[in-house]
């Protein structure tokens, strides 16, 4: 089967590609590499996806034209994209950047999904969909209009532009809601990999709500493998399904949306403490107030995916940290 992954040199995409090249499939890989953290980074990802059946291709998926024409001449299969301006803070300082990106860009891939009749479309949404709901654990059930943050706001548009292609073209569309992704290869911008680096250099860490918040760390294994089983489970229209009585995470159009975590949040202060038992270290810590696009908790209710796929975590956060405390020393030489 032939698999478009936009943001294949990105920490998902990357692994995503090696997962779905390992069982057989070819792969074309787009991305922009855009210098919002380490370009080095990205591209060692790429180096390590030595295999025949990929193809990379640098690719803005905001440029129309080209995106289309990537359609066209390949005719993919299935499409998981993957490729965002990722960030809940720095969405805060350069909102423009994810209108490109998570807006325009996503709108060209759906364009290009029916230019094409592409049989399958899998989406990156995220749990920061869920904004001031203080319900948990959080369900595909639960309203998310009220986002924190304008990234929040852009996944959840994704969502509902998905939606209006599904309705109106019956292209099979289903997105993801992600969870705290951490993990080897995993973003530097991202808590895990900032406060391994700092605790390794003996700099202080910033500690968000003074400590009291909880986050449902999922690793990426674990991600990969429910990315790659959904992308075989295919939406199908439901004659009736109504908005009165139906769940907002389906439709009668071809469309899903699902949670992918671990669905066991942890305290922020339990997994500092992770990192500092695997470093044999002691981190110094700077205790501050909640910052602008953060929220309390995340919790995923993982219940439909597991029905759908058997998709259901294995890595705990020890056997998670472990894994990430290695791969950092490794790749950074510390």
């Keep these: 089967m032939k698999y478009l992954v936009t943001g294949a040199a990105g920490f998902i995409g990357s692994a995503v590609v090696e997962s779905l090249t390992a069982q057989g499939h070819n792969v074309v890989g787009i991305d922009n590499l855009n210098d919002y953290y380490d370009v080095s980074l990205k591209n060692a990802r790429l180096e390590r996806i030595n295999h025949a059946a990929f193809e990379f291709i640098e690719l803005d998926i905001s440029e129309r034209d080209t995106t289309l024409a990537l359609f066209q001449q390949h005719r993919f299969d299935r499409v998981i994209h993957l490729a965002a301006q990722a960030g809940v803070r720095y969405s805060i300082e350069n ?189 110094k810590k700077n205790f501050r107030g909640m910052q602008p696009g953060d929220v309390y908790r995340t919790y995923a209710d993982t219940a439909d995916l597991f029905t759908a796929t058997g998709y259901k975590p294995k890595v705990s956060v020890a056997e998670g940290v472990a894994e990430l405390v290695a791969w950092f020393k490794d790749y950074y030489k510390v």
């Design 95 to 283: 909102p423009h950047a994810y209108a490109d990106s998570n807006l325009v860009g996503h709108l060209n891939i759906l364009e290009g999904c029916r230019e094409t009749k592409v049989g399958h479309l899998i989406y990156a949404s995220s749990s920061s969909v869920y904004g001031l709901n203080q319900k948990v654990p959080f369900s595909t059930s639960d309203s998310v209009d009220h986002p924190v943050s304008l990234y929040a706001a852009t996944k959840k548009s994704n969502e509902l532009m998905a939606h209006s292609y599904s309705h109106l073209y019956q292209i099979p569309t289903t997105g993801l809601r992600f969870f705290t992704v951490y993990g080897s290869w995993g973003r530097p911008d991202m808590a895990p990999h900032i406060f391994t680096k700092k605790i390794l250099a003996g700099d202080t860490i910033d500690i968000n709500n003074h400590g009291d918040m909880w986050r449902d760390f999922t690793h990426i294994d674990d991600i990969v493998e429910g990315v790659v089983r959904i992308a075989d489970v295919i939406p199908q229209s439901n004659d009736s399904w109504t908005v009165e009585s139906g769940s907002p995470a389906s439709s009668s159009a071809p469309y899903a949306v699902y949670n992918i975590g671990h669905g066991q949040p942890i305290n922020l202060m339990d997994f500092v403490k992770a990192i500092e038992s695997e470093l044999g270290l002691e981190a």
